[in-house]
């Protein structure tokens, strides 16, 4: 319903709430959220709107509910202040109250929209052009509290009819990418499913394509769906070639989005770099997903040939939030990047072209990348135009403060938006009156401003799970060494580490490094002595057989190791070396001597080359009957010596008999 309101008068106020809040006031509660219309501009002898819905979130009815609009009219915020303000933070406003309207009751669960309205905005906003804090309130007036129940922040942007209006440029960073996806490559399955018509990696790319919109794409998907070959999905390969012809800029991002920055903030070393295209080095699937796929004779290309792409931008590296250091720009610029994408909040300056050691750095909007991340994932048009609001404030306060800067828009890295949400977050974004599409390139040509890294608090729990992960990699480097072809370890535990690592996990980053970990540890005992029971042993001199599992899909040369517990065995070779084919068993011989009866223990264990150990020693008692075989002989012989005697005997016997007999 809409309700048009005369101003009225209220005393200043300085507020500290945050943007939505949720207020219970004996046993009902209520959930705001205020949306202006037309991305918040407003203009001399035209309406203000604000559309509001209020949500019932407790479980008993909220009673009699006064809403009401209040506006700081006379004075415009730049764009700190908006920041804060959006953020919660306090901020002195002379906000008036200046419509308000009255709900009756709202049952539990129930919402109701209305729209508070002036009719005319010159009536309650004066002065030079920018945007204009206001805020919207809810009170239970049965409430026993003095203060307002919910308040929910929002801003529009004031345009006098007198001379132009600043401009900014504006351009987003979208990853072309698969978040939360593990493994070190795609099959053909999940491709087909991002790049279907409905896929969420085609709908992307419908919004993005011919747009400001410079892509950052993950060289995983190119390589997945050439290594296929033949048998990738008929939408993969035409994903590709969509891709490829979109007139966009771009760079390749590090494999699956990996973190660029994590391992330096870790360890001080630099991202490991993928080696190869590999072969699997196992056959079971893991915790995290689906195992890689099978091997096949295309999995022996370079992974340079299936990875290689017409990127416009090359030596740039997109940081995430909370990873930039000092240290990781002097890393990057050893290893080849020349620009940095940082967010804000990485930088100490606030120009929008920064020099930090010789590198130039394009800084992320944070606070106008957070509103349009809200509107390109909004549920409903009530969030999507509250998101777009902020959006419109905080581009006109960057014109406002030098007509002509560009602004940098990071968009979500973690989950990828849907087309229609993010199509419109662009499209309504540089069609405001203060906005005007741009490239990455174009902002690059801007001067830089000596800068410098604002050190972030570095989230030890992550950086904890990534210092593992690199120990869990470099153990399987010396494991693969057993491995015919060690490569067909290391290839793809290269790849799955730079996925565990990947921007694309979001919070959820802990829990893949940890599965990647724990991955290690299975393949590290993937080739083990197959445990057995007692083993008796009759001879002097004997071969004791020992059986060797290979759970890879790779052959393994190892060495076998037995160690007894006393001198009553004497092992003759003490390492047996045994080729194991993949996914098999293979039987060891190893020479040993008897010398005396009696039990003993013995230790087998599977070692590398190195003499380093493989998997875990298993224990193996064995029974000793020494000189059980001569004895055996010798009473054989003495038995059939007397078989012969006697043999002979009868013999001479019978002819004895025969010739006394008439």
Do not use: C
Not at 22 to 48: D, H, K, N, Y
Not at 340 to 359: C, T
Not at 424 to 452: F, K, N
Not at 457 to 481: C, I, K, P
């Amino acid at each position: 319903m809409g309700i048009v309101l005369a101003p009225q008068a209220a005393p200043a106020v300085t507020h500290s709430a945050p943007a939505t809040a949720v207020a219970p006031a004996a046993g009902a509660a209520i959930e705001l959220v205020a949306a202006p219309a037309a991305s918040g501009i407003i203009r001399p002898g035209e309406p203000v709107s604000v559309r509001v819905t209020v949500t019932s979130t407790g479980d008993e009815p909220t009673g009699p509910i006064e809403v009401a609009l209040a506006i700081d009219g006379t004075r415009a915020a730049d764009a700190q202040q908006l920041a804060t303000w959006f953020d919660g933070g306090t901020i002195e406003a002379d906000d008036r109250a200046v419509a308000s309207a009255t709900l009756s009751s709202l049952e539990p669960g129930a919402s109701a929209v209305l729209d508070l309205i002036v009719p005319e905005a010159d009536s309650v906003v004066a002065g030079a052009f920018g945007p204009r804090l206001a805020t919207v309130r809810a009170a239970l007036t049965e409430a026993e509290t003095d203060e307002p129940a919910v308040a929910d922040r929002t801003a529009l942007v004031w345009v006098p009819d007198s001379g132009a209006v600043p401009v900014a440029g504006t351009s987003f960073v979208a990853a072309i990418a698969t978040p939360g996806e593990p493994g070190a490559f795609l099959d053909a399955a999940t491709l087909e499913r991002y790049t279907s018509e409905a896929g969420a990696l085609s709908r992307t790319l419908d919004a993005v394509a011919g747009r400001p919109v410079l892509l950052a794409i993950d060289p995983r998907i190119i390589a997945s769906t050439r290594l296929l070959g033949a048998a990738a999905p008929a939408s993969a390969t035409a994903f590709l070639q969509r891709l490829q012809a979109a007139p966009n800029e771009s760079f390749l991002l590090p494999w699956a989005d990996a973190d660029a920055a994590a391992a330096i903030a870790a360890t001080g070393t630099p991202l490991p770099r993928p080696e190869g295209a590999g072969v699997p080095a196992a056959e079971a699937g893991t915790e995290q997903g689906t195992p890689s796929p099978s091997p096949s004779p295309e999995q022996s290309r370079a992974l340079d040939e299936l990875t290689a792409w017409p990127a416009t931008l090359g030596g740039v590296d997109w940081l995430a939030a909370g990873t930039l250091t000092a240290e990781a720009v002097g890393v990057l610029a050893e290893q080849g990047t020349g620009v940095i994408l940082a967010p804000g909040s990485s930088l100490a300056e606030r120009a929008p072209v920064q020099l930090i050691d010789g590198v130039r750095v394009l800084r992320a909007h944070d606070a106008l990348s957070a509103a349009a991340r809200d509107a390109a994932h909004s549920v409903s048009q009530q969030r999507f135009d509250d998101a777009m609001a902020r959006v419109s404030a905080l581009l006109a306060a960057d014109a406002q403060a030098e007509t002509g800067i560009p602004a940098l828009i990071a968009l979500s890295r973690d989950r990828l938006a849907g087309s229609d949400r993010l199509l419109d977050t662009i499209a309504q974004t540089v069609a405001l009156p203060w906005a005007a599409g741009t490239t990455a390139s174009a902002m690059l040509e801007r001067t830089a401003v000596p800068s410098a890294v604002a050190e972030p608090a570095l989230d030890e729990v992550r950086l904890e799970a990534v210092r593992a992960a690199l120990s869990a990699e470099a153990e399987d480097r010396v494991f693969a060494t057993i491995a015919v072809t060690p490569e067909a370890i290391t290839d793809i535990r290269r790849l799955d580490l730079l996925s565990a690592l990947s921007v694309g996990w979001g919070d959820r980053s802990p829990e893949a490094l940890q599965a990647f970990t724990t991955e290690s540890a299975a393949l590290r005992s993937s080739v083990q002595v197959v445990e057995s029971s007692a083993i008796t042993l009759l001879a002097d001199r004997a071969s004791l057989p020992v059986t060797v599992q290979n759970d890879l899909g790779v052959a393994v040369r190892v060495f076998v190791r037995v160690e007894p517990d006393t001198a009553q065995l004497r092992v003759v070779d003490p390492r047996v070396e045994t080729l194991v084919e993949p996914l098999s068993q293979t039987r060891a011989l190893v020479p040993v001597e008897s010398l005396t009866n009696g039990q003993v223990d013995i230790t087998v264990t599977v070692q590398d080359a190195e003499s380093r150990p493989i998997g875990t020693p298993t224990r193996v008692s064995l029974n000793l009957q020494a000189g059980w075989e001569t004895a055996g002989t010798i009473a054989v012989a003495v038995a059939l010596v007397l078989l012969l005697t006697v043999g002979i005997t009868r013999d001479i016997r019978k002819r004895r008999r025969a010739r006394e007999s008439p």
